[in-house]
């Protein structure tokens, strides 16, 4: 009798284990969703109501996509986002693949230990003070690198931020501030490769660059394509550099170099609720485009 009241009891905790557990997952799930839809969904619903009203309600179907369309700056502004993005995407790809994977050689070292912490300190700061730091960096005449940028022809603060050099100014701003924290989940990423599969690659013969392509790469795929995705949402969202940097030079850099400025003026320049409206459902509309597609040609959600 006592043997059976035993076993009931270890059979009825065993079922509270679970049950307990599912219990937390769904609190910690509901805390996300409750965010999501508090300060996604909802904004999102309200920016598609405004994209397709006027300042009175009245419905007017694609007319404010029109009007937005039609300016003189929004070409130039797409264009722009989408030379930065090409700059922005490749950077990412390739040096912070490389890095990660260079990084991971040297793990054993003390060489490796400071890699990781030197990556990942620019990380630390936020946008804005990011750039005030490159700001800085950049001037002629206060930076620490000024015979650099001597020797590279440039002698004062407005050569260069020249309208051609910014898409890679940007670039360079921002793979120093986002970059180091990829390289750490790339390194993350290289360390849960089975110690099997790296054995077999050594024993095959395969040296340092063949195991790179052939077999590190390939089963990043799944890290790179995330990253990508990440990296084009952010990066379609340009915003803080070029706001800061057209402040700082009066002007010259312009306050409609990206999309995100242009519609931060519709709304706050020109009182054109609506049209910002727009253009914000634009951008969300090619980031989840961009995102499904790189989803459906990667195969991301497929099981290895």
Known sequence: MTLTLSSTGSARRRRRGPARQSRAGAAFVAAYVILLIAFGILPTGYAVYFAFTDAGGTFTGFANFI?????FRFVDAVSHVAVYLVLWLFSLVVFVVGLALLLHRLASGKAGQALRFLYYIPGALAGAASVLVWLFMLDPTVSPVSSLLGTLGFHTFGEV???GNLALLFTIIAFWT???GWIVVMYGALNNIPKDVMEAAHIDGANAWQTAWRVQIPMLRKWIVYMVIL???GGAQLFVEPQLLSLASV???GRDYSVNQLTYDFAFQM???N???AVSVE???VGVSAAALFVARSGFFDAD
């Open 67 to 71: 009007t937005t369309a039609q300016d």
């Open 161 to 163: 931020i020249a309208p």
């Open 178 to 180: 986002g970059a180091g």
């Open 231 to 233: 990296g084009f949402a």
């Open 251 to 253: 002007g010259v850099a």
């Open 271 to 273: 009182n054109n609720i």
């Open 275 to 277: 049209g910002a409206a």
């Open 283 to 285: 951008l969300l509309v």
